[in-house]
C-alpha cells in the first residue's frame, strides 16, 4: 500500500552499512567472481545466474575459503580477525547476495512491513499509517540493484522474466507470494516496489475490528456475497480491494460451490483458503516469453475461466479488455462473481466500465456499456483512504438499471468518515431486501434502529 506520510512526519536520513555489512559485500564480490570463474572453465554457467541448492552449497563453501584467507591475512598484519559472530553473519549475508535475494531478504523477513521502496541506493520501508523508515541500501549502484533483480526475475515461480534494456519493464510474484514490480532505462534510476502480503489473510472480522468495515457494512456485503450476488470492490491502490474481496469470498463461499479466480498477478490465494471447503481453481495471466510469445491474458482466461463450469468466477482486479468477459461471466448465470476495480467512488465505478468496454476490441458504445454494467452488477463497495492511511467502506450503492448514457442506482449506505458508524441511507430494492433478509441483513431492522445496524 502506497500511503503519502502525514505531514509532520520527517524521514529520517538512511543509515549508513554497517562494518559487518560492508564486509559482506566485499565478500559476495569475491566469492561471485571465484564462482563465475569456475563454473566458466567447467563450461557450466548458464544465463549468468547462481541458483539452486548445489550452486548455495558451492558458493557456501567458497564464502568459508574467502572468509579464512581474510581471517590469514588480517592475523599477519596484526589486526584482529573477525569473530565467530561476525564471521557467520558476514556469511549468511554474503550466500544471500549471491544465490537469494540478496539485500531484500532482511526486508522481506523484517514483521509489519507493507511495501519496499528503493530508487538506487535509496530504500524505504513503509509500515502503513503514514509510517515510513529508511533503511541500508540494498545495493552499492543501479548496475547492482539490477543484477540483483535479474536474477531474481531469472528464477521467477511462474517462469523465467527478462528485465534489461529491451524488457526495462518488471512485474512479478516472489517465491513468499509478495509482488515485485520494477523499472529501469526509461526511469532516471532503476526503481524497484515491492508489495507484502500478510502471511495471515484478514477475515471479516479483523476487518470489522480495525474499523474498515462497521456492523451495517459487514452486514450488508455478507449477506449480498452469500446470496451470491454480483459485487465490485473498488478503490486506489493499495486501498485493501483484495483483502476485502479475499475476506468476503471466505466468509460467503458455500462447500458446494466451484469458484475459479483469476489474477494478474497471484494475491488472492483462495484456493489456500478454501481448500477444505470447496473446489477452486487458479488461474494467472502470463506475459510473452523471452521470445515474444506464449503470452496468456486476463481476458483470455476470464472467458476460458466459463468453460470450467464455476459456480461462481473471482477477479483480482479488472482494468482492461477483460471487464466485458467479467460483466458478461456476471450476467451468465455464475451469480456470486466478484472483482475490484480501480475507482475513487462508486461513481466512478460506472465511468470505468465504459472506459475499459470502449477500449476493448468489441468497443462498445456508453449505452451498450451501461446496459451490461446494469444487467451484471448488483452491488457496488467502495473503500476510502484518508492522508494518515485509514481505510474504510464509505459507501455502498445498488445498480438498479440504465437509462441511455446513465446507469440507475441508489447509494443504500453511506459512512463518510472512519470514525464512528455509517447509515442506511434507503432500503434496497424489495427483491433484493428480501433475498439478504433470508441471509442474514434485515433493513427494516436498521431502519427501526435509525439507520444504523
Known sequence: MTLIPHPSVETPPAPSPTPVEAVARAVARAVAERVTSRLLAEGRLEAGAVGGEEARRRVASVVDEVLDAMAADALAQGRAPLDAAQEQQVRTLAVARICGMGGLEPLLAEPGVHNILITGEKVIVDFGGGRREPRPPVAADDAELAALVRRIAASSPSGERRFDASSPLLSMELPDGSRLSAV?????????????????????????????????ARGLLEAAASARMNLLISGATGAGKTTLLRALAVAAVAPWERVVTVEDSLELNLDRSLEARCDCVVLQARPANVEGVGEVTLAELVRHALRLSPDRVIVGETRGPETIALLNAMSMGTDGS?????????????????????????????????????????????????????????????????????????????????QGAGRLLVAPSSERADVLAAHGFDAAAAFSAGGAW
Open 184 to 216: 529501469m532505462e526509461v526511469s532516471r534510476r532503476v526503481s524497484v516496489a515491492i508489495r507484502r502480503h500478510s502471511r495471515h489473510a484478514l477475515d471479516l472480522n479483523a476487518l470489522q475490528s480495525s474499523d474498515m468495515l462497521d456492523g451495517l
Open 338 to 418: 466478484m472483482a475490484t476495480i480501480h475507482a475513487g467512488s462508486s461513481a466512478q465505478v460506472f465511468t470505468k466500465i465504459a472506459a475499459y468496454t470502449a477500449q476493448a476490441p468489441e468497443r462498445l458504445s456508453l449505452e451498450a456499456a451501461n446496459l451490461l454494467a446494469a444487467s451484471a452488477v448488483h452491488l457496488v463497495a467502495p473503500i476510502a483512504v484518508d492522508p494518515r492511511g485509514r481505510r474504510w467502506v464509505s459507501s455502498i450503492r445498488e445498480v438498479l438499471g440504465a437509462e441511455g448514457v446513465h446507469v440507475v442506482s441508489n447509494e443504500v449506505y453511506h459512512r463518510p468518515r472512519p
